[in-house]
Structures are given as structure tokens and as C-alpha cells.
């Protein structure tokens, strides 16, 4: 079966950190989840109630059988994805073995059993002054070229959002401005930008870069790949050498201290473990990501994780995450310094207001980029602004690691 863009699909991972350069471009132990796919037969109901075409589709939860239809439509929709190419092994870890939970998601189905469309919502848990917060992110979804203009993505979405109410508090997202005004439609509440900080590396070579994309004129293409350039270790070697269930070591240590520190903070803020590091960071399929770390007296000081990547003519250092002991402000700026030894022509990251790292931005060379950043929107399964969604942005304290490749 053959698949075409569908009509508004949403951003794969919402505007990548390039996009902080306005010029270089135009996401503990999981909780069992009911609503859950599994192998094996799913029951089926009718497409219908929420209006338009799609008479004679049915609608059931996505089976791991799908799962090489299901490639073909999202790789004719959105592309390759993160890694170049949508494989196997990539939504597996996506969707299956994210240590929130298996993504739940619908597929709509014509009676001799072609796939008509897709959508799937990825678990992600935050924590709120010391409380859990279950959310879920709106990601992957296609639709079938035979059955375009009908509104399925509409009625998957809003079907889905149905499921997940009884387990779900929030849904959240950073759409493109094509799929924004859809997503606004249905109920979605703007939050607002997250902002992007910007530490240039090799200074002639960026502005040879930011240059070129202005002038809308190619530019000459990095002379090898990013990851080739890169001396920071891997992070997939680094988490080999750390305890498998998490539970001790000097991991697990900087994170208790940090969760402590943090539980005050009214805020969202992505629950961190070392299962959940050890999967974004250390077993993402095909994602380069490296390590940094600062150990002082014997102990984990702090660490970061980020991976070298090409961007239109320039290489990036894209720094996801940065845990540091609380009001470690002296081993946050080496980190982000040390990012900047990459051997990338310039780092991009998101420095959440009142951390450490924001505080050592300045003077560690990072600057927030005019214009740029990810248009962040949300909402509860029912309706309404959902936690966190009244204060914008403002209420939520993001790792760039929470958004980007998902």
C-alpha cells in the first residue's frame, strides 16, 4: 500500500533546535497502562459521532502486527524521521519500551483490513511540587491517500483523547504552524514558546552558515559528520558501566539529591531515573548521543547528554539534559563549556529559568536566539488548559531532551 502526505500532520518532534537560529531552518517504574496494545486480536467499532465522511472504517487499538503498515504510512507522511528512516527498531523503543508506558494509540480500518489511518499518543509522566502529573503527547500519525479530506485524523485524535481521560491528566505538544491551527481547533491551549539558547563554537563558520540560509543560496556541506568530529563518548558505552536497575551508584545518588531539591518547584518537570536516562539517552536506536561528566571528590557532580548532528550546512551540538547537584552553579557552566568541545560548529540546548545551567548561560557563552524556539500547546483529555497550561510556558521547566526527536 502506497501513502501520501496526509493533510495536517503534526511535526514529528515540533521545531528542532536549529530553529533557535531562526535563519538555519526556514521526550521510576512505569504504572501498568489498561488501554495498553497488545498482541493479537483488538476489538473494533465504528468510525462515527464526531461528523464528517469515513462511513464503513472502524476504529481499534494499534497491535504490534501493524507494525510494517503502519512504517509505510508514517514514513510517507513524515519522512525519515530522526534517525533517516523509520525502522522497527525505533518505534519499538518509541513506543514499547519507554519506561512511561506503551503509547496508546488507534489505527481506522476498512472491512478487508487496509490500514485507512493512524495515530498514537507517546506517555510521558512529569512532576508538579513533588506530585506525579500523567501526560501524554500527541506524535506519529498518517493518513491513507484513499481516504484523505475525510477528518480521520480528527477522529482518531479526539477518540484517543476519550481513552486515555480516566489515567491521562495532561496532553501536550509543540506542532508546526501547519498542524497548530488544527490542534487549535480541537480544543488545544497555547502556552507559549519555549526559547532556545544558542553558543556558537566555530564563529566564522556560523556565520558563514546563517548567512547562506538569509541569502537562501547553498552552502558548502560540513566536510565530514557531525558524530565523526565528535570526542565525547558515547552515552550508550557510558550507561554499560552503571548499575543495570539504577536503584544505587553515583547516578541514582545526583538524581535522589535532585528530585529532593526540586520538589518544592511548582513547576512540570520530567520525572528523571536512571531507567529513564538510560533509555532516552543510552539506548535510543540510531541517535547518537554522547556524555558529559563532571566528578569532583570521588562523586558524580553533575552530568549532560547530547548528541552531534548535521544542520543544513553547519553541524550542532543539540545538549539535551544537564543534571547537576542542587545549587551546583560552578559544575553547571563546565558543562556547558565542555559541550562546546564537541567539535560542532555551535551548541543548541533549552535552559529552563531558575536552574543551574540558566544561571551559568552568560558566562559560559550561550545566548537565547530572537524568534526561535518550539510553540508549545496543551490541554486536558476533557477540555480545558490541563496542569500547568494557565501559567504558559512559565509553569513548566523543561529539559530540550523532553522535546526534541520525538
Not at 512505569?30 to 486480536?41: E, I, L, R, W
Not at 478487508?112 to 512532576?127: I, K, N, P, Q, T
Not at 484517543?160 to 496532553?171: F, G, I, P
Not at 564563529?203 to 547562506?212: E, M
Given at each position: 500500500m502506497t501513502a501520501t502526505p496526509a493533510p495536517e500532520p503534526p511535526r514529528e518532534s515540533g521545531p528542532g533546535p536549529a530553529?533557535?537560529?531562526?535563519?538555519?531552518?526556514?521526550?521510576?517504574?512505569?504504572?501498568?497502562?489498561?488501554?495498553?496494545?497488545?498482541?493479537?486480536?483488538?476489538?473494533?467499532?465504528?468510525?462515527?459521532?464526531?461528523?464528517?465522511?469515513?462511513?464503513?472504517?472502524?476504529?481499534r487499538p494499534w497491535v504490534e502486527g501493524d507494525l510494517p503498515e503502519?512504517?509505510?504510512?508514517?514514513?510517507?507522511?513524515?519522512?525519515?524521521?530522526?534517525?533517516?528512516?523509520?525502522?522497527?527498531?525505533?518505534?519499538?523503543?518509541?513506543?514499547?519500551?519507554?519506561?512511561?508506558?506503551?503509547?496508546?494509540?488507534?489505527?481506522?480500518?476498512?472491512?478487508?483490513?487496509?490500514?485507512?489511518?493512524?495515530?498514537?499518543?507517546?506517555?510521558?509522566?512529569?512532576?508538579?511540587?513533588?506530585?506525579?502529573?500523567?501526560?501524554?503527547?500527541?506524535?506519529?500519525?498518517?493518513?491513507?491517500?484513499?481516504?484523505?479530506?475525510?477528518?480521520?485524523?480528527?477522529?482518531?485524535?479526539?477518540?484517543?483523547?476519550?481513552?486515555?481521560?480516566?489515567?491521562?491528566?495532561?496532553?501536550?505538544?509543540?506542532?508546526?504552524?501547519?498542524?497548530?491551527?488544527?490542534?487549535?481547533?480541537?480544543?488545544?491551549?497555547?502556552?507559549?514558546?519555549?526559547?532556545?539558547?544558542?553558543?556558537?563554537?566555530?564563529?566564522?563558520?556560523?556565520?558563514?552558515?546563517?548567512r547562506a540560509v538569509l541569502a537562501r543560496r547553498a552552502a558548502p556541506a560540513p566536510p565530514q559528520d557531525a558524530g565523526a568530529r565528535c570526542p565525547l563518548p558515547g552515552a550508550a558505552d557510558w550507561f554499560a558501566g552503571q548499575q543495570r536497575d539504577g536503584t544505587a551508584g553515583p547516578l541514582a545518588e545526583l538524581l535522589r539529591e535532585r528530585a529532593e531539591a526540586d520538589a518544592g518547584d511548582a513547576r512540570l518537570a520530567t520525572v528523571r531515573s536512571a531507567a529513564f536516562l538510560r533509555w532516552r539517552y543510552g539506548e535510543a536506536p540510531g541517535l547518537d548521543y554522547r556524555v558529559i561528566t563532571v566528578v569532583r571528590g570521588g562523586e558524580l557532580a553533575g552530568v549532560a547528554f547530547g548528541r552531534p548532528r548535521r544542520r543544513g550546512p553547519l553541524t550542532e551540538f543539540t545538549l539535551a539534559d544537564a543534571v547537576v547537584r542542587p545549587g551546583d552553579r560552578a559544575t553547571a557552566a563546565r558543562l556547558l563549556r565542555m559541550a562546546a568541545r564537541s567539535g560542532c560548529d555551535h551548541v543548541a540546548t533549552h535552559l529552563a529559568a531558575g536552574t543551574e545551567p540558566a544561571a551559568a548561560a552568560l558566562r559560559s557563552g550561550y545566548l537565547t536566539a530572537p524568534r526561535a524556539g518550539m510553540t508549545l500547546v496543551s490541554r486536558a483529555p476533557g477540555g480545558g488548559p490541563g496542569p500547568g497550561g494557565a501559567g504558559g510556558v512559565a509553569g513548566w521547566r523543561f529539559a530540550l531532551g523532553d522535546l526534541e526527536v520525538f
Amino acid at each position: 500500500m502506497t501513502a501520501t502526505p496526509a493533510p495536517e500532520p503534526p511535526r514529528e518532534s515540533g521545531p528542532g533546535p536549529a530553529d533557535a537560529v531562526n535563519a538555519l531552518s526556514a521526550p521510576a517504574e512505569p504504572p501498568d497502562h489498561t488501554d495498553s496494545p497488545a498482541p493479537g486480536a483488538a476489538p473494533r467499532r465504528a468510525v462515527g459521532g464526531r461528523g464528517g465522511g469515513g462511513a464503513g472504517l472502524l476504529v481499534r487499538p494499534w497491535v504490534e502486527g501493524d507494525l510494517p503498515e503502519l512504517l509505510r504510512l508514517l514514513t510517507a507522511s513524515l519522512a525519515g524521521g530522526p534517525t533517516g528512516e523509520r525502522s522497527a527498531d525505533f518505534f519499538t523503543w518509541k513506543h514499547l519500551r519507554n519506561p512511561f508506558g506503551v503509547s496508546p494509540g488507534l489505527v481506522a480500518e476498512t472491512g478487508d483490513g487496509r490500514l485507512a489511518g493512524v495515530r498514537l499518543f507517546l506517555r510521558w509522566e512529569y512532576a508538579a511540587a513533588g506530585r506525579p502529573v500523567r501526560a501524554v503527547r500527541p506524535v506519529d500519525t498518517a493518513t491513507h491517500p484513499d481516504f484523505q479530506g475525510r477528518g480521520i485524523f480528527r477522529r482518531l485524535t479526539l477518540d484517543l483523547l476519550d481513552r486515555v481521560a480516566d489515567d491521562t491528566a495532561l496532553v501536550f505538544n509543540t506542532p508546526n504552524a501547519s498542524s497548530l491551527p488544527g490542534y487549535l481547533k480541537m480544543g488545544w491551549q497555547p502556552a507559549g514558546r519555549v526559547p532556545i539558547a544558542v553558543r556558537p563554537v566555530r564563529p566564522a563558520a556560523f556565520a558563514r552558515g546563517v548567512r547562506a540560509v538569509l541569502a537562501r543560496r547553498a552552502a558548502p556541506a560540513p566536510p565530514q559528520d557531525a558524530g565523526a568530529r565528535c570526542p565525547l563518548p558515547g552515552a550508550a558505552d557510558w550507561f554499560a558501566g552503571q548499575q543495570r536497575d539504577g536503584t544505587a551508584g553515583p547516578l541514582a545518588e545526583l538524581l535522589r539529591e535532585r528530585a529532593e531539591a526540586d520538589a518544592g518547584d511548582a513547576r512540570l518537570a520530567t520525572v528523571r531515573s536512571a531507567a529513564f536516562l538510560r533509555w532516552r539517552y543510552g539506548e535510543a536506536p540510531g541517535l547518537d548521543y554522547r556524555v558529559i561528566t563532571v566528578v569532583r571528590g570521588g562523586e558524580l557532580a553533575g552530568v549532560a547528554f547530547g548528541r552531534p548532528r548535521r544542520r543544513g550546512p553547519l553541524t550542532e551540538f543539540t545538549l539535551a539534559d544537564a543534571v547537576v547537584r542542587p545549587g551546583d552553579r560552578a559544575t553547571a557552566a563546565r558543562l556547558l563549556r565542555m559541550a562546546a568541545r564537541s567539535g560542532c560548529d555551535h551548541v543548541a540546548t533549552h535552559l529552563a529559568a531558575g536552574t543551574e545551567p540558566a544561571a551559568a548561560a552568560l558566562r559560559s557563552g550561550y545566548l537565547t536566539a530572537p524568534r526561535a524556539g518550539m510553540t508549545l500547546v496543551s490541554r486536558a483529555p476533557g477540555g480545558g488548559p490541563g496542569p500547568g497550561g494557565a501559567g504558559g510556558v512559565a509553569g513548566w521547566r523543561f529539559a530540550l531532551g523532553d522535546l526534541e526527536v520525538f
